[in-house]
């Protein structure tokens, strides 16, 4: 169930108990008597819900990273802030934007809903913004005709599989950062992994890679461990109406590879 639906929810019942006990009830209990029940275990709660809800709502959220599309800016078992705010005032709940505030920009990561699935929590990088051409072609990223430079920074050790990948810094027109490609990977997606969407016949597949045009009010996302992210190339592009927020930072690190307990105060800080 939606987290977000279930504070909804406890914020509305517990206000409710809060503001009868507090204009009403409380006025006709004889002086000195027990709180009853139901403001014990409902109405107390209000003045602690209530900061939570609108924090969660409006302005930070946290997040776990549960996969390894974001190594190596994200590794598994990150735990994340989500600033809200930097994209819009959004409805709780129900996520419509009611007071502009920014707009996603290229290199940003972004936490959305995934459009096949709005349960699904994703996290990816912004790489094409509406009306942008981006082309992935021999595992090289282009632009609006623009290819991205890169400069290779030497060989990533996976820390779960103990993989060796190439690791490169590439530049997201002004926005560096680093990613990942799997020598032994081909550069296209097997068609039997393509995921039908809405905007299918924007985008051309070949055995060299794909060639997109965004269309108008969505965003191109791809991850930064690009032979082993799910990602635009894959299933489409991400609705505007689907937007979580901006990721930037690491407030704490737990897995259970790691010795003796998992935890990696090393990871904590801001990421790009």
């Not at 004889?30 to 209530?50: C, N, R």
């Not at 505030?101 to 940003?108: F, L, S």
Request: charge should be neutral.
């Amino acid at each position: 169930m939606d987290f977000a639906l279930i504070l909804f929810v406890l914020s509305i019942v517990s206000g409710i108990l809060w503001c009868y006990d507090v204009f009403r009830a409380r006025k006709q209990r004889p002086k000195g008597s027990p709180d009853p029940w139901w403001v014990e275990y409902g109405a107390s709660f209000f003045p602690v819900i209530l900061p939570i809800f609108m924090l969660r709502s409006f302005w930070i959220e946290p997040f776990r990273i549960p996969s390894g599309s974001m190594i190596p800016t994200l590794q598994v078992g990150d735990f994340i802030l989500v600033n809200k705010y930097a994209y819009g005032v959004r409805l709780p709940v129900l996520n419509k934007k009611i007071i502009a505030v920014g707009e996603p920009q290229r290199g940003d990561v972004m936490v959305f809903r995934y459009p096949h699935d709005m349960r699904q929590d994703y996290i990816k990088r912004v790489i094409g913004l509406p009306g942008d051409r981006i082309e992935y072609i021999d595992k090289r990223l282009t632009i609006n005709g623009q290819a991205l430079p890169v400069i290779p920074q030497g060989d990533y050790l996976i820390p779960r599989s103990f993989d060796v990948f190439q690791k490169f810094e590439e530049d997201v027109l002004g926005n560096k950062h680093m990613l990942l490609n799997n020598r032994d990977a081909q550069p296209f997606v097997p068609e039997q992994l393509l995921v039908p969407h809405e905007y299918s016949a924007n985008c051309t597949h070949s055995r060299q890679g794909v060639s997109c045009r965004v269309p108008e009010g969505h965003y191109f996302v791809m991850g930064d461990n690009r032979d082993q992210s799910a990602d635009s190339r894959v299933w489409g592009f991400v609705p505007d109406a689907n937007i979580v927020g901006r990721a930037f930072f690491i407030w704490f690190h737990a897995d259970q590879i790691l010795p003796p307990s998992g935890v990696d105060f090393g990871r904590v800080g801001s990421f790009h």
